[in-house]
């Protein structure tokens, strides 16, 4: 079956360290998102990609890093630099960047140590 | 970043009642989309919307793309426990990115 594959789906991470979330998609998509969710909050933006080898920032990219070497994968690290990293965090893809109907992952929930 | 004002931000309601939702902004939208979101899951999308006044169903669920394409709208019908969730709205204009709402978190009594 088609779909968008985010591992692992709970990591804890130390204070100080970096830590990389896995994105994988199969169907194809040539835009892949993150966003990150908090409680009583929306989506918000970290990242988006529209082709291989290229990515923009969204809304909220201090603190984080992508990569994107393959059109299916998109991994996300949440290094050092972010402040306050706890959060549930969301991959999306969608047919193409602007083509709005984006699916979703699982989710990470990453917590602080 | 832009978001788009959803409301209730809770709702608390019996089996079997009928709820509504709705979500509105400043800036007009091209498409209006809605998501379910299970706990602990991704979002699911419910419906999309293109085009102003646009009244689109998806089993006990209609959503409709409001005439001034500055809001839309989610009802559901015959509420039943699966339906519990936090449903999202999602906007968008021209080719920029996705701008969700802060979700609405429903709570079905038996």
């Known amino acids: 079956d088609g779909g968008i594959t985010q591992s692992p789906k709970y990591l804890f991470r130390k204070e100080g360290q970096n830590v990389t979330l896995s994105c994988e998609q199969n169907?194809?998509?040539?835009?892949m998102y993150w966003y990150r969710q908090d409680p009583g909050q929306g989506l918000r933006l970290i990242y988006y990609?529209?082709?291989?080898?290229?990515?923009q920032k969204g809304d909220i990219a201090e603190g984080y890093s992508v990569s994107r070497e393959k059109k299916e994968s998109f991994p996300l690290t949440v290094t050092s630099a972010q402040k306050n990293p706890t959060a549930f965090y969301l991959c999306?893809?969608?047919?193409?960047?602007?083509?709005?109907?984006?699916?979703f992952g699982q989710g990470t929930r990453l917590t602080v140590v | 970043g832009q978001q788009l004002n959803q409301s209730p931000q809770s709702m608390f309601i019996q089996e079997g009642e009928d709820v509504s939702m709705n979500c509105t902004s400043s800036?007009?939208?091209?498409?209006w989309l809605w998501y379910k979101q299970d706990p602990g899951e991704g979002p699911v999308l419910l419906i999309a919307?293109?085009?102003?006044?646009e009244l689109t169903s998806n089993g006990r669920l209609t959503a409709q793309f409001g005439i001034t394409r500055k809001d839309s709208f989610l009802n559901i019908s015959a509420s039943i426990p699966s339906d519990v969730g936090i449903y999202f709205c999602a906007g968008q204009r021209g080719a920029q990115k996705l701008v969700f709402g802060q979700g609405t978190r429903l709570t079905i009594n038996p």
């Open positions: 990609s529209q082709i291989v080898n290229d990515f």
């Open positions: 800036s007009i939208f091209n498409t």
């Open positions: 919307l293109y085009k102003a006044g």
């Open positions: 169907l194809n998509h040539d835009a």
């Open positions: 999306a893809s969608s047919k193409w960047e602007g083509f709005t109907e984006a699916f």
